[in-house]
Protein backbone atom coordinates (compact mmCIF):
# COMPACT_ATOMS: atom_id res chain seq x y z
CA UNK A 1 0.00 0.00 0.00
CA UNK A 2 2.83 2.12 0.65
CA UNK A 3 4.40 1.61 -2.15
CA UNK A 4 1.21 2.35 -4.20
CA UNK A 5 0.57 5.80 -2.50
CA UNK A 6 4.74 7.11 -3.33
CA UNK A 7 3.92 5.78 -7.11
CA UNK A 8 0.85 7.67 -6.77
CA UNK A 9 2.41 11.03 -5.11
CA UNK A 10 5.45 10.61 -7.88
CA UNK A 11 2.99 10.77 -10.68
CA UNK A 12 1.07 13.57 -9.28
CA UNK A 13 4.65 15.22 -8.53
CA UNK A 14 5.78 14.28 -12.17
CA UNK A 15 2.42 15.85 -13.28
CA UNK A 16 2.33 19.19 -11.44
CA UNK A 17 6.40 19.74 -12.43
CA UNK A 18 5.33 18.85 -16.33
CA UNK A 19 3.01 21.76 -16.13
CA UNK A 20 4.80 23.79 -14.38
CA UNK A 21 7.49 23.65 -16.92
CA UNK A 22 5.25 23.77 -19.94
CA UNK A 23 3.10 26.55 -18.80
CA UNK A 24 6.58 28.32 -18.08
CA UNK A 25 8.02 27.46 -21.20
CA UNK A 26 4.22 28.97 -23.17
CA UNK A 27 3.48 31.60 -21.38
CA UNK A 28 6.29 33.69 -20.45
CA UNK A 29 6.07 35.08 -24.15
CA UNK A 30 3.27 36.24 -23.75
CA UNK A 31 4.28 37.94 -20.11
CA UNK A 32 7.30 39.47 -21.82
CA UNK A 33 5.34 40.40 -25.05
CA UNK A 34 2.75 42.52 -22.45
CA UNK A 35 5.67 43.93 -20.47
CA UNK A 36 7.21 45.52 -23.75
CA UNK A 37 3.69 46.30 -25.27
CA UNK A 38 4.34 44.36 -28.14
CA UNK A 39 1.20 42.01 -27.21
CA UNK A 40 -1.09 42.06 -29.83
CA UNK A 41 -4.45 41.27 -28.42
CA UNK A 42 -2.88 43.39 -24.99
CA UNK A 43 -3.38 46.46 -27.38
CA UNK A 44 -6.03 46.02 -29.14
CA UNK A 45 -8.21 45.60 -25.47
CA UNK A 46 -6.09 48.45 -24.28
CA UNK A 47 -7.42 50.89 -27.13
CA UNK A 48 -11.10 49.64 -26.12
CA UNK A 49 -10.23 50.38 -22.46
CA UNK A 50 -8.70 53.41 -22.55
CA UNK A 51 -10.70 54.82 -25.30
CA UNK A 52 -14.14 55.19 -23.64
CA UNK A 53 -16.44 56.24 -26.20
CA UNK A 54 -14.28 56.40 -29.10
CA UNK A 55 -15.01 53.95 -31.58
CA UNK A 56 -18.10 53.77 -33.79
CA UNK A 57 -17.50 51.17 -36.34
CA UNK A 58 -15.73 48.02 -34.67
CA UNK A 59 -14.80 44.89 -36.99
CA UNK A 60 -15.42 41.65 -35.01
CA UNK A 61 -14.33 38.24 -36.29
CA UNK A 62 -10.97 35.43 -36.51
CA UNK A 63 -7.46 36.69 -38.16
CA UNK A 64 -9.50 36.47 -41.61
CA UNK A 65 -11.61 40.17 -40.18
CA UNK A 66 -8.06 41.09 -38.68
CA UNK A 67 -5.99 40.89 -42.23
CA UNK A 68 -9.52 42.04 -44.44
CA UNK A 69 -10.46 45.40 -42.91
CA UNK A 70 -8.15 48.62 -42.57
CA UNK A 71 -9.64 51.08 -41.00
CA UNK A 72 -8.08 53.66 -41.99
CA UNK A 73 -9.17 53.21 -45.43
CA UNK A 74 -13.17 52.79 -43.75
CA UNK A 75 -13.00 55.98 -42.25
CA UNK A 76 -11.17 57.95 -44.85
CA UNK A 77 -14.60 56.97 -46.74
CA UNK A 78 -16.98 56.89 -44.38
CA UNK A 79 -16.23 60.26 -41.75
CA UNK A 80 -15.90 56.82 -38.63
CA UNK A 81 -13.89 56.03 -35.77
CA UNK A 82 -12.96 52.46 -36.54
CA UNK A 83 -11.05 49.79 -34.74
CA UNK A 84 -10.43 46.39 -35.69
CA UNK A 85 -10.92 44.06 -32.96
CA UNK A 86 -10.86 40.31 -34.48
CA UNK A 87 -8.12 38.06 -33.07
CA UNK A 88 -6.58 34.75 -34.08
CA UNK A 89 -9.06 31.84 -34.37
CA UNK A 90 -12.14 33.80 -32.59
CA UNK A 91 -14.57 31.44 -31.69
CA UNK A 92 -18.13 32.27 -32.01
CA UNK A 93 -18.84 32.05 -28.00
CA UNK A 94 -15.80 34.24 -27.56
CA UNK A 95 -17.01 36.36 -29.83
CA UNK A 96 -20.04 37.23 -28.19
CA UNK A 97 -18.40 37.40 -24.68
CA UNK A 98 -15.43 40.38 -26.14
CA UNK A 99 -18.86 42.18 -27.34
CA UNK A 100 -20.16 42.18 -23.99
CA UNK A 101 -16.91 43.95 -22.79
CA UNK A 102 -16.52 46.36 -25.68
CA UNK A 103 -20.19 48.03 -25.22
CA UNK A 104 -19.06 48.26 -21.52
CA UNK A 105 -16.71 50.48 -22.91
CA UNK A 106 -17.63 51.27 -26.40
CA UNK A 107 -21.14 53.05 -28.37
CA UNK A 108 -20.44 51.68 -31.68
CA UNK A 109 -22.85 52.78 -33.96
CA UNK A 110 -21.56 49.56 -36.04
CA UNK A 111 -20.49 46.56 -35.18
CA UNK A 112 -19.06 43.91 -38.55
CA UNK A 113 -19.50 40.41 -37.62
CA UNK A 114 -16.88 38.45 -39.91
CA UNK A 115 -18.49 34.76 -41.05
CA UNK A 116 -16.52 31.62 -41.26
CA UNK A 117 -17.72 28.02 -40.65
CA UNK A 118 -14.83 27.34 -38.58
CA UNK A 119 -15.63 29.96 -36.07
CA UNK A 120 -17.90 27.96 -35.09
CA UNK A 121 -17.54 23.99 -35.16
CA UNK A 122 -16.71 21.55 -32.82
CA UNK A 123 -12.64 22.22 -32.49
CA UNK A 124 -11.64 25.29 -30.32
CA UNK A 125 -8.01 27.01 -30.17
CA UNK A 126 -8.89 27.39 -26.00
CA UNK A 127 -5.04 29.05 -26.02
CA UNK A 128 -6.37 31.78 -28.28
CA UNK A 129 -9.23 32.28 -26.66
CA UNK A 130 -7.63 32.56 -23.30
CA UNK A 131 -4.81 34.47 -24.59
CA UNK A 132 -7.99 37.00 -26.14
CA UNK A 133 -9.98 36.83 -22.86
CA UNK A 134 -7.34 37.34 -20.54
CA UNK A 135 -7.40 40.77 -20.99
CA UNK A 136 -10.64 41.09 -20.15
CA UNK A 137 -11.35 43.86 -17.86
CA UNK A 138 -14.22 41.77 -16.05
CA UNK A 139 -13.26 38.64 -14.33
CA UNK A 140 -17.19 37.57 -14.04
CA UNK A 141 -17.12 37.97 -18.14
CA UNK A 142 -13.65 35.83 -18.17
CA UNK A 143 -15.22 33.13 -15.78
CA UNK A 144 -18.44 32.75 -18.25
CA UNK A 145 -16.57 32.43 -21.29
CA UNK A 146 -14.75 29.62 -19.64
CA UNK A 147 -17.16 27.99 -17.60
CA UNK A 148 -20.80 28.95 -20.15
CA UNK A 149 -18.80 29.03 -23.36
CA UNK A 150 -17.47 25.87 -23.25
CA UNK A 151 -18.16 23.82 -19.92
CA UNK A 152 -16.13 21.46 -18.48
CA UNK A 153 -13.30 21.15 -21.22
CA UNK A 154 -13.01 24.73 -20.98
CA UNK A 155 -12.52 24.51 -17.80
CA UNK A 156 -10.08 21.72 -18.07
CA UNK A 157 -8.05 24.00 -20.56
CA UNK A 158 -7.95 26.71 -18.61
CA UNK A 159 -6.11 24.94 -15.96
CA UNK A 160 -3.90 22.72 -16.94
CA UNK A 161 -1.10 23.92 -19.33
CA UNK A 162 -0.86 20.39 -20.62
CA UNK A 163 -4.06 20.12 -22.16
CA UNK A 164 -4.16 23.85 -23.17
CA UNK A 165 -0.92 24.17 -25.31
CA UNK A 166 -0.92 20.26 -26.65
CA UNK A 167 -1.50 21.64 -30.24
CA UNK A 168 1.61 23.46 -29.56
CA UNK A 169 3.32 20.87 -28.10
CA UNK A 170 2.24 18.83 -31.22
CA UNK A 171 3.12 21.60 -33.69
CA UNK A 172 6.57 22.48 -31.62
CA UNK A 173 7.75 18.79 -31.95
CA UNK A 174 6.56 18.18 -35.99
CA UNK A 175 8.58 21.75 -36.39
CA UNK A 176 11.73 19.87 -35.17
CA UNK A 177 11.42 17.13 -37.89
CA UNK A 178 10.45 19.50 -40.50
CA UNK A 179 12.50 21.68 -42.58
CA UNK A 180 9.20 24.34 -43.00
CA UNK A 181 11.14 27.23 -41.19
CA UNK A 182 9.43 30.08 -42.69
CA UNK A 183 7.71 32.55 -40.09
CA UNK A 184 4.67 34.37 -40.88
CA UNK A 185 5.53 38.48 -39.80
CA UNK A 186 3.12 40.06 -37.62
CA UNK A 187 4.92 43.46 -37.51
CA UNK A 188 2.81 46.11 -38.95
CA UNK A 189 -0.28 46.64 -37.23
CA UNK A 190 -2.98 49.75 -37.89
CA UNK A 191 -6.01 49.99 -35.46
CA UNK A 192 -6.22 46.48 -35.12
CA UNK A 193 -5.46 45.45 -38.98
CA UNK A 194 -2.49 43.67 -39.86
CA UNK A 195 -0.87 44.94 -42.83
CA UNK A 196 0.81 42.00 -44.44
CA UNK A 197 3.04 42.64 -47.22
CA UNK A 198 3.50 38.90 -48.09
CA UNK A 199 2.21 37.35 -51.13
CA UNK A 200 1.59 33.70 -51.62
CA UNK A 201 3.49 32.04 -53.88
CA UNK A 202 2.95 29.74 -56.84
CA UNK A 203 3.70 26.86 -54.97
CA UNK A 204 1.44 27.58 -52.00
CA UNK A 205 -0.90 28.26 -54.34
CA UNK A 206 -0.69 25.38 -56.43
CA UNK A 207 -1.49 23.42 -52.73
CA UNK A 208 -4.28 25.02 -51.84
CA UNK A 209 -7.49 23.15 -51.20
CA UNK A 210 -11.10 23.57 -51.36
CA UNK A 211 -12.85 26.00 -49.36
CA UNK A 212 -14.58 25.97 -46.05
CA UNK A 213 -18.11 23.29 -46.85
CA UNK A 214 -20.01 21.10 -44.91
CA UNK A 215 -17.59 18.13 -45.81
CA UNK A 216 -14.21 19.57 -44.77
CA UNK A 217 -15.57 20.89 -41.17
CA UNK A 218 -17.31 20.21 -38.25
CA UNK A 219 -19.41 23.57 -38.40
CA UNK A 220 -22.09 23.23 -35.67
CA UNK A 221 -25.30 24.96 -36.67
CA UNK A 222 -26.58 24.66 -33.53
CA UNK A 223 -24.19 26.22 -32.11
CA UNK A 224 -23.88 29.10 -34.57
CA UNK A 225 -27.64 29.20 -34.23
CA UNK A 226 -27.58 29.99 -30.50
CA UNK A 227 -24.64 32.40 -30.18
CA UNK A 228 -25.84 34.42 -33.55
CA UNK A 229 -29.05 35.18 -31.75
CA UNK A 230 -27.00 36.22 -28.69
CA UNK A 231 -24.72 38.39 -30.59
CA UNK A 232 -28.15 39.70 -32.49
CA UNK A 233 -29.70 40.74 -28.84
CA UNK A 234 -26.66 42.19 -27.44
CA UNK A 235 -25.96 44.40 -30.32
CA UNK A 236 -29.69 45.41 -31.11
CA UNK A 237 -29.89 45.74 -26.96
CA UNK A 238 -26.88 48.65 -27.46
CA UNK A 239 -28.67 50.03 -29.97
CA UNK A 240 -25.72 49.48 -32.72
CA UNK A 241 -26.38 47.92 -36.22
CA UNK A 242 -24.84 44.44 -36.88
CA UNK A 243 -23.48 43.55 -40.52
CA UNK A 244 -22.42 40.30 -41.48
CA UNK A 245 -20.15 39.68 -43.99
CA UNK A 246 -17.80 36.88 -45.25
CA UNK A 247 -14.42 37.80 -46.33
CA UNK A 248 -13.12 36.11 -49.85
CA UNK A 249 -10.87 33.52 -50.56
CA UNK A 250 -8.56 33.09 -53.40
CA UNK A 251 -10.07 32.31 -56.58
CA UNK A 252 -8.08 29.34 -57.16
CA UNK A 253 -9.54 27.97 -53.66
CA UNK A 254 -13.28 28.96 -54.93
CA UNK A 255 -12.48 26.86 -58.48
CA UNK A 256 -11.19 23.66 -56.33
CA UNK A 257 -14.74 23.50 -54.71
CA UNK A 258 -17.35 21.88 -56.00
CA UNK A 259 -19.82 23.84 -54.21
CA UNK A 260 -20.36 26.45 -51.75
CA UNK A 261 -22.48 25.13 -48.06
CA UNK A 262 -20.74 28.46 -46.55
CA UNK A 263 -22.23 30.93 -48.58
CA UNK A 264 -24.84 29.60 -49.53
CA UNK A 265 -26.03 28.49 -46.00
CA UNK A 266 -24.91 32.11 -44.39
CA UNK A 267 -27.07 33.41 -47.36
CA UNK A 268 -30.21 31.74 -46.84
CA UNK A 269 -29.84 31.99 -42.28
CA UNK A 270 -29.35 35.98 -42.88
CA UNK A 271 -32.34 36.21 -45.18
CA UNK A 272 -34.75 34.19 -42.56
CA UNK A 273 -32.91 36.87 -39.48
CA UNK A 274 -33.39 39.85 -42.14
CA UNK A 275 -30.02 40.80 -41.05
CA UNK A 276 -27.54 42.84 -43.59
CA UNK A 277 -24.92 40.56 -44.67
CA UNK A 278 -22.11 40.44 -47.58
CA UNK A 279 -20.01 38.63 -49.53
CA UNK A 280 -17.13 39.99 -50.31
CA UNK A 281 -16.44 36.95 -53.00
CA UNK A 282 -18.97 38.20 -55.40
CA UNK A 283 -19.98 41.63 -53.77
CA UNK A 284 -19.77 43.59 -55.78
CA UNK A 285 -21.28 43.11 -59.52
CA UNK A 286 -21.62 39.60 -58.39
CA UNK A 287 -18.17 38.14 -59.48
CA UNK A 288 -14.86 37.68 -57.38
CA UNK A 289 -12.76 40.91 -58.11
CA UNK A 290 -9.83 39.17 -56.09
CA UNK A 291 -6.55 37.10 -57.60
CA UNK A 292 -4.44 34.79 -56.12
CA UNK A 293 -1.98 37.65 -55.25
CA UNK A 294 -4.40 39.94 -53.43
CA UNK A 295 -3.47 36.84 -50.28
CA UNK A 296 -0.63 36.52 -48.34
CA UNK A 297 -1.96 32.80 -47.83
CA UNK A 298 -4.64 29.99 -48.17
CA UNK A 299 -7.33 32.24 -46.71
CA UNK A 300 -5.60 35.56 -45.06
CA UNK A 301 -5.97 38.56 -47.59
CA UNK A 302 -2.46 40.43 -47.78
CA UNK A 303 -2.49 44.55 -47.76
CA UNK A 304 -3.92 44.34 -51.47
CA UNK A 305 -6.73 41.92 -50.76
CA UNK A 306 -7.24 44.41 -47.83
CA UNK A 307 -7.80 47.62 -49.84
CA UNK A 308 -10.21 45.48 -52.03
CA UNK A 309 -12.37 44.17 -49.10
CA UNK A 310 -11.99 47.47 -47.45
CA UNK A 311 -13.61 49.25 -50.33
CA UNK A 312 -16.48 46.56 -50.59
CA UNK A 313 -17.24 47.18 -46.77
CA UNK A 314 -17.64 51.00 -47.02
CA UNK A 315 -19.70 50.12 -49.88
CA UNK A 316 -21.82 47.92 -48.02
CA UNK A 317 -21.97 50.75 -45.00
CA UNK A 318 -23.17 52.87 -47.44
CA UNK A 319 -26.37 51.01 -48.98
CA UNK A 320 -26.94 50.32 -45.55
CA UNK A 321 -26.84 54.05 -45.08
CA UNK A 322 -29.05 54.95 -48.13
CA UNK A 323 -31.64 52.31 -47.40
CA UNK A 324 -32.03 53.77 -43.82
CA UNK A 325 -33.02 57.17 -45.35
Not at 10 to 27: D, H, K, M, S, T
Not at 177 to 191: A, G, H, P
Not at 202 to 215: H, L, R, T
Not at 238 to 261: G, I, M, Q
Request: aromatic residues 16%.
Amino acid sequence: MKKFLKQVSLGVLVFILVNVIIAIIYEYPTHKSVRNKTNRNYLKWEAIHQNKNTYDLIIVGTSRAYASFNPIIIDSFLNTNSYNMATSAQDIAETYYSLEEIFEYQKPKYIILDLFFEASDDIYDYYQTYSNSSFFNSNQRRYNLIAKGYGTAGILNFSIPVVKFKNYIKQDIIGVFSNNKSLRKEDQWIKGYLHDTLTASKAQVSNFGPISNFENTTFDKNRFDKYFKKIEHLVKSNNAKLVCVRTAYPPSRLKLSKTDDEGAYFKTYMAKENNPYFDLNNFIDDHTIYTDQDFADYHHPNYKGAQKASMQLVEAIKRIQEKNH
